[in-house]
């Protein structure tokens, strides 16, 4: 079965600190790979993602995620954290065929404090 | 600007009306989706189109309906058959399938 899987529900960090929310996937086809970030009461936002090419992707806040095919895996992780890095983190797989659509973990709540 | 633009923010109904949420985009894209989320449980598929006059259910249809009548429109209705509707919905819409999506700021449902 396609599937995705957030395991930390919450990621309590203090700030500077380096950060790690894991996202893996179960699948039998190739698989596009996103993670969205989501502040209170808002829509979702693109962080960024993984279509092909460089394994490794990076966002123009200093995130970034390294597609592992292996360990069928899509962590996000940040060397150092701010205060306004705290959000609702979603991954979200595109598992290709005929009815490609995004399908979402259940994501993970970054809390940063000082 | 262009954008996914949802309609109204907050609204509120009484159990057993149906209600209509309106999603609107100006990005010329062919897809497009309706996703609940609740707490803990992250974005799930209510509905997509991926062309014009077609959709399709995705996994949480019962008690919803949608009409994509237009390329830039994909309104969606709760109906009085949806058992829990209080919740938050969020429109999006990609260029095609296989690209990311791009979301909407959300409606907050809350049904009394």
């Known amino acids: 079965a396609q599937s995705v899987t957030q395991l930390d529900s919450q990621v309590p960090v203090f700030e500077e600190a380096p950060v790690e929310l894991r996202c893996n996937y179960s699948?039998?086809?190739?698989?596009?790979l996103f993670w969205y970030v989501q502040y209170p009461n808002q829509g979702l936002q693109l962080l960024l993602k993984?279509?092909?090419?460089?394994?490794l992707v990076e966002s123009i806040n200093g995130f970034e995620a390294e597609f592992n095919k292996s360990q069928t895996s899509f962590h996000l992780r940040k060397p150092s954290v701010h205060i306004s890095d705290t959000a609702e983190y979603f991954c979200?797989?595109?598992?290709?065929?005929?009815?490609?659509?995004?399908?979402f973990g259940t994501g993970t709540r970054l809390q940063v404090t000082l | 600007d262009g954008g996914i633009t949802q309609s109204p923010k907050y609204l509120f109904r009484k159990e057993g009306q149906n209600v209509t949420l309106s999603c609107e985009q100006n990005?010329?894209?062919?897809?497009m989706y309706w996703y609940r989320q609740d707490p803990g449980q992250g974005l799930r598929l209510i509905y997509y189109?991926?062309?014009?006059?077609?959709?399709q259910k995705g996994d949480i249809a019962e008690g919803y309906s949608v009409s994509r009548e237009k390329k830039e429109s994909f309104p969606l209705t709760v109906t009085s058959a949806q058992k829990n509707p209080t919740a938050f919905y969020l429109c999006?819409?990609?260029?095609?399938?296989?690209?990311?999506?791009?979301f909407g700021q959300g409606t907050r449902l809350t049904v009394v």
């Open positions: 999006a819409s990609s260029i095609s399938r296989n690209t990311e999506a791009f």
């Open positions: 699948s039998s086809v190739s698989v596009y």
């Open positions: 993984y279509l092909s090419g460089s394994t």
């Open positions: 979200a797989v595109i598992f290709t065929g005929t009815a490609s659509k995004l399908t």
């Open positions: 990005l010329n894209h062919d897809a």
């Open positions: 189109s991926q062309i014009v006059n077609d959709f």
